[in-house]
């Protein structure tokens, strides 16, 4: 699955990845033949990219860091708690939070498609939606987290979360140490998108 993880640099030595390739050429066709103005899909792309991100995700984690009360309502009922920070929408409508611990650790696939909590995690990665990544997380969690550089002690109990068009699934990270003094908006910008599938960690303070 190593693979998997270069399309990120695809731009970097100007060539398409074959899923960048292929939508490109839905668009051409699209707007070729008037279903959709160029204007108005750059207009939805630029929504997810920068005001529907992953940054909306990393509001939930760091007031769920600093605030215990509202820790302890989103891991009741993450939809209600989410939409306390007005995020929220098609995609996000039953939201379940799960925390990892040091004890325990949390990914989250869906194996039927690629349902993903778009209002809360934009755009989801191109990985998350490939069969490699959808099939093996369930198979070999261990070794799929390693492959993204995450080695987790033996110890460490890892629950795979099957995401569904019904119910999705966000993880709670752990907050890093050393972090007591951040604000919720510092603490926001240690938090990425793989840390919320479970593929990652939050990034450690600077």
């Not at 270069?6 to 066709?29: F, K, N, Q």
């Not at 995700?57 to 989103?74: C, E, F, K, N």
């Not at 002690?153 to 629950?159: D, L, S, V, W």
Request: charged letters at 20%.
């Amino acid at each position: 699955m190593a693979h998997e993880h270069h399309h990120e640099h695809d731009h970097a030595h100007g060539e398409l990845s074959p899923i960048e390739a292929r939508v490109r050429a839905l668009e051409s066709i699209l707007v070729q033949k008037g279903y959709v103005e160029p204007a108005a899909l750059d207009a939805l792309v630029e929504m997810y990219e920068t005001r529907v991100g992953p940054h909306n995700g990393a509001r939930v984690v760091a007031r769920a860091w600093i605030d215990p009360a509202y820790r302890a309502r989103l891991l009741a009922d993450a939809t209600a708690a989410i939409a306390e920070l007005d995020i929220g929408g098609r995609g996000g409508e039953h939201m379940v939070v799960v925390e990892n611990t040091p004890e325990a650790h949390n990914l989250v696939v869906c194996t039927l498609c690629s349902c993903y909590p778009w209002p809360v995690l934009g755009l989801p990665p191109v990985w998350y939606k490939a069969p490699p990544y959808r099939a093996r997380a369930v198979i070999d969690p261990r070794g799929v987290l390693a492959e993204f550089g995450l080695i987790l002690p033996g110890t460490t109990r890892i629950t795979v979360w099957d995401s569904t068009a019904e119910l999705r699934y966000m993880v709670l990270p752990m907050r890093p140490a050393g972090t007591d003094g951040l604000d919720e908006a510092a603490l926001a910008s240690l938090v990425t998108r793989d840390a919320m599938i479970g593929t990652g960690l939050a990034r450690a303070r600077p």
